[in-house]
């Protein structure tokens, strides 16, 4: 992907690359984990929940509680991420684990939006509400092994 290696220069040209290498790398690393805790912590009970698990809790409080943690791991995520890719650009931007796991993030992020949506407006706990829920948890799960595999690609 070109536009890939592309920004991998333009990360490396403004400095960025320098920046995040070395003994940042580690705390950026950490930080990057820290918000994939936080997404699939937050986000993944609520897919549970509403994938069937534990009915006796109300799924609406539920997820207004514990979607802001999501979301703040996935924006902690994105901006560590963007370090992280800006740390080893060039190999990443070839790396077929790494395009795997933006096009699943983008399959996530996709069924999220879609979800809120069809969700905004009722507490439908039907088939679709439950199928989506999975796939979200499903996604995410696969979004973060990708994470993992990179190391090993």
């Known amino acids: 992907m070109t536009w890939l290696t592309d920004a991998a220069s333009w990360l490396e040209a403004a400095g960025v690359r320098a920046w995040a290498g070395g003994d940042r790398y580690a705390w950026i690393n950490t930080l990057h ?3 994939l805790v936080m997404l699939i912590g937050g986000i993944g009970v609520v897919d549970l929940r509403l994938a ?4 006796a809790l109300p799924a ?3 997820s207004r509680a514990l979607t802001p943690v999501a979301v703040a791991g996935l924006l902690l ?3 560590t991420g963007v370090l992280l890719f800006a740390a080893d650009g060039r190999t990443l931007a070839t790396s077929r684990v ?3 796991k933006l096009i699943l993030i983008a399959l996530a992020l996709g069924n999220a939006i879609t979800f809120r949506v069809l969700w905004r407006d009722s507490a439908n706990t039907g ?3 439950r199928l989506m829920a999975a796939t ?3 996604l995410w799960l696969a979004v973060g092994s990708c994470g993992r595999m ?3 690609s």
């Open 33 to 35: 984990l820290l918000g």
């Open 136 to 138: 979200s948890l499903l």
């Open 52 to 55: 069937g698990a534990w009915s």
């Open 60 to 62: 609406k409080e539920l």
């Open 98 to 100: 790494f395009h795997a």
């Open 77 to 79: 995520m994105a901006a």
């Open 150 to 152: 990179i190391a090993y």
């Open 127 to 129: 088939l679709i509400t």
